[in-house]
């Protein structure tokens, strides 16, 4: 049983940072893609960075190109999102997902995408 559970979320002023952790467990992710997204009060979930989980390979959503980074430690089986100057449109909860590369059905940057998913986190940015 895939398990993934987010930390680090909070409140932070604009401009300042802040670092996610996502601990995965129940197997190991070696094909897998993991991913992070966000979701504001009355919008829908959207897609911020994911990561190969054996390649190391990245993406991101052009709204935090050059502001985030997702990386993660294999030994630890951990997966971070470094958010660095933070906007107060930054503000959501934000979520862990993944899935398994060998059972890709749509476009990584797609919810449905993914069939796992953490419980959330909550950052909010103050102007």
């Known amino acids: 049983q895939v398990q993934l559970v987010e930390s680090g979320g909070g409140l932070v002023q604009a401009g300042g940072s802040l670092r996610l952790s996502c601990a995965a467990s129940?197997?190991?992710?070696?094909?897998?893609?993991m991913g992070w997204f966000r979701q504001a009060p009355g919008k829908e979930r959207e897609f911020v960075a994911a990561?190969?989980?054996?390649?190391?390979?990245?993406d991101y959503a052009d709204f935090v190109k050059g502001r985030f980074t997702i990386s993660r430690d294999n030994a630890k089986n951990t997966v971070y999102l470094q958010m660095n100057d933070l906007k107060p449109e930054d503000s959501a909860i934000y979520y862990c997902?993944?899935?398994?590369?060998?059972?890709?059905?749509?476009?990584?940057?797609?919810?449905?995408?993914?069939?796992?998913w953490g419980q959330g986190t909550q950052v909010t940015v103050s102007s």
């Open positions: 997902a993944a899935y398994d590369l060998n059972y890709a059905m749509t476009s990584f940057r797609q919810v449905r995408a993914y069939p796992y």
């Open positions: 129940g197997r190991t992710f070696d094909s897998w893609r």
């Open positions: 990561i190969r989980w054996s390649t190391g390979i990245t």
